[in-house]
């Protein structure tokens, strides 16, 4: 069976409540290894970190932009002291998820900016990758990353990525990964697809972002959630299936596209490589 790895996922979401452990045991029948579960805010900077070691997965710790509306300087501090305290954690692998999002009316654009840059700088200074929430403000994030590089380069993954052609180009020049998911199940997101199946290889990392971003056989259109169909619940376990489509439009087979996709994990966010058993088939290390 192909292993994967969800490089993106919500698990503490509240639409999965008692249900999360069936639902990543779900997962892990399908050939799900190991999920990063992000936080959004500091109220679930204990909450991620327990379920990731409680689920054998991994985690990162950020102020999400939709959240920074709410946010203090305090939580940012509370940050700084969390990724310093766990430093030694194996599971904490990324300062995220953290960004820019243009898309949501009513937030505060310099608000947003101080924060994500203020992130920026927190990872530089705890030595980790980042999850970056790019929705509508790619340019923008790339402003930051570039400000605060430095002489390194980054590490991490830009979530979600529905840019163009040449955005997509200098995220990877700037060290990032792309993640691609249920968006990409679409046919009529023909730019996603066409990212999909021509940016290099060893450009690609498989989300879910669960329990957003549905595949199209989740969806339901606001005419059918009308007529009283439930809309779809997007889980980690729908990874192998959006990776097929991705594998098609790649010409190659879903083995070939795991474990491709797995190794850029790896080397996006290299502390899952103390995770993952590769010699025998990417399994969570005991």
Not at 1 to 22: I, Y
Not at 70 to 76: F, G, K, P, Q, R
Not at 182 to 192: I, N
Request: with cysteine.
């Amino acid at each position: 069976m192909a292993a994967f790895v969800d490089t993106h996922c919500h698990l503490d979401a509240p639409e999965f409540g008692a249900e999360m452990p069936a639902i990543r045991a779900r997962a892990a029948e399908r050939g799900v290894v190991l999920c990063v579960i992000p936080a959004v805010a500091a109220f679930n900077f204990a909450t991620v970190r327990e379920l990731a070691h409680r689920q054998g997965d991994a985690y990162a710790l950020g102020i999400h932009p939709l959240r920074t509306g709410d946010a203090s300087d305090a939580d940012l501090q509370t940050l700084d002291a969390e990724l310093h305290a766990r430093r030694d954690d194996p599971r904490l692998v990324a300062v995220g998820e953290i960004g820019l999002d243009y898309f949501v009316e009513g937030l505060d654009p310099d608000k947003q900016e101080r924060f994500f840059h203020t992130q920026l700088q927190l990872a530089r200074k705890h030595g980790l990758p980042v999850l970056l929430h790019v929705r509508r403000s790619v340019d923008k994030v790339l402003k930051h990353l570039r400000q605060t590089a430095g002489a390194r380069p980054w590490h991490g993954i830009a979530h979600a990525f529905n840019g163009s052609e040449q955005q997509a180009n200098a995220c990877i020049e700037l060290g990032l990964k792309l993640g691609f998911g249920g968006a990409v199940t679409f046919e009529r997101a023909l730019q996603l697809r066409r990212l999909a199946s021509t940016l290099p290889m060893d450009a690609l990392v498989m989300e879910t972002d669960a329990p957003d971003i549905q595949p199209h056989w989740l969806y339901r259109t606001q005419a059918q959630r009308d007529a009283g169909e439930a809309q779809g619940r997007n889980e980690p376990g729908e990874l192998p299936r959006i990776a097929e489509v991705v594998a098609q439009l790649r010409g190659i087979d879903t083995a070939s596209l795991a474990g491709n996709t797995t190794r850029n994990a790896v080397a996006a966010l290299p502390k899952l490589q103390s995770l993952l058993n590769v010699s025998e088939g990417c399994l969570p290390a005991a």
